[in-house]
């Protein structure tokens, strides 16, 4: 599996961010053209930070593998859930949980300062993501992301 992610804060537009790029309301799957490609890339989108959604790592390693899809594209808080930090840890364990299922980090978008110590060459911080118009944030994630 092919993981997008989106990592910010509350109020950062992660959700803002991933509608505009894909046209998902809450969770859908959607065809998505990359740059490099003749045939689109099955993707399952899932709006709304895990952590928020109460989404543990395992669940939604599942929950992606149910809809046969070959990419996923979904956002994270860089803090754990303050409410239950072990089951809806911070966006490293997170990531590092999805590595472990086998998954390929393809391309991370930090929308904001906050990249929660996250470190990875495929990973782009946009600082100015909370203030700048959401089509000029998506347009950007969208580069970075290598889509059309």
């Keep these: 599996m092919d993981a997008y992610i ?3 804060n509350a109020n ?3 959700a803002s961010v991933l509608r505009s ?3 998902c309301f809450n969770r859908s ?3 998505i053209l990359p740059l ?3 045939a689109p890339l099955r993707l399952y989108a899932r709006v709304g930070s895990l952590q928020d959604t109460r989404t543990a790592p395992a669940d939604f390693v599942d929950e992606a593998a149910r809809t046969r899809c070959s990419a996923v594209l979904c956002c994270l808080s860089p803090n754990a859930h303050p409410g239950e ?3 809806y840890p911070d966006a490293r364990a997170y990531l590092d949980h999805f590595k472990a299922a086998g ?3 393809r391309s991370i978008a930090v929308l904001g300062q906050n990249h929660g110590g996250v470190r ?3 990973l782009r911080q946009f600082h100015l993501a909370p203030t700048a118009p959401i089509n000029v944030t998506a347009r950007e994630v969208r580069a970075h992301f290598h889509w059309q």
Excluded: F, N, Y
Aim: aromatic residues 4%; hydrophobic residues 40%; proline residues 8%.
């Design 12 to 14: 950062t537009r992660k």
């Design 21 to 23: 790029l894909t046209g």
């Design 36 to 38: 490099d490609a003749a």
């Design 29 to 31: 799957v959607r065809e």
């Design 120 to 122: 990875s060459p495929v």
């Design 85 to 87: 930090p072990g089951r």
């Design 6 to 8: 989106v990592i910010g």
């Design 103 to 105: 998954w390929q980090l």
